[in-house]
């Protein structure tokens, strides 16, 4: 079992433009939930995926979207990047949505 | 609203030495509790998890307890090593389950070889 699996493991984007980052859960599970973390920071709660829907949004801009796929992997996209936006990006998947949470590596965004 | 406290932000220990972490939560109504460690620029590794309906649970060197009705949760390492230095994360599941994850903003340990 692969675990959880993010790519890519870093990336480096201009003010502006938009991103994907990809998350494949753990095998047999069906929910996805996505994090941000700050530098010094403990994880903020994005948004959660769960039968190919948003089901639990944090409190994050409308530029923060995402999608489920009906293998159970997950996409997050961000537009219009600000420099702000900078940060390791956790992706977590869980079955049911409140068992024990597995994360992958994350991804490192860093936006110029 | 649920929030999660972890004190000291930061602890330095000499090597060998036994160590608690600190974790408070204010809302009591919580599914399970979850311990991670986090390497620097890494993802996150479920050390423990403790469901809302046990005291403690002990891994190894590790051994967390949970206290709902003061909501408090201590992490315990026996016997640290240099192995040990890494940032520890508490994070609170609600009893609603379509509720999300609330993260400490964690404890950086260093053990001094």
């Known amino acids: 079992d692969a675990g959880v699996t993010q790519s890519p493991t870093h990336l480096i984007k201009t003010r502006g433009q938009q991103v994907t980052l990809r998350c494949s859960p753990k095998s047999g599970h069906d929910t996805v939930s996505w994090y941000q973390q700050a530098l010094g920071q403990g994880p903020q709660f994005i948004f959660q995926y769960y039968e190919e829907e948003e089901r639990q949004r944090g409190n994050f801009p409308d530029r923060f979207s995402g999608h489920q796929f009906p293998n159970y992997s997950s996409e997050l996209n961000v537009n219009a990047l600000l420099l702000g936006d900078s940060a390791l990006y956790l992706c977590?998947?869980?079955?049911?949505?409140?068992?024990?949470?597995?994360f992958g590596q994350g991804t490192r965004l860093t936006v110029v | 609203k649920q929030e999660v406290t972890q004190i000291p932000a930061a602890l330095s220990v000499p090597e060998g030495e036994n160590l608690v972490l600190n974790c408070s939560f204010t809302d009591s109504a919580i599914y399970n509790l979850q311990w991670f460690r986090q390497d620097p620029g890494k993802g996150l590794t479920s050390l423990l998890l403790?469901?809302?309906?046990?005291r403690e649970q002990t891994s190894g060197r590790l051994n967390a307890s949970l206290d709902k009705s003061s909501g408090r949760s201590t992490l315990y390492i026996a016997a640290s090593q240099p192995g040990d230095s890494a940032t520890y994360l508490c994070?609170?599941?609600?009893?609603?389950?379509?509720?999300?994850?609330?993260f400490g903003k964690g404890t950086r340990l260093h053990i001094l070889p």
């Open positions: 994070a609170v599941s609600p009893m609603n389950r379509d509720d999300k994850i609330i």
């Open positions: 977590a998947s869980s079955l049911g949505g409140s068992t024990e949470a597995f």
């Open positions: 403790i469901q809302s309906s046990q």
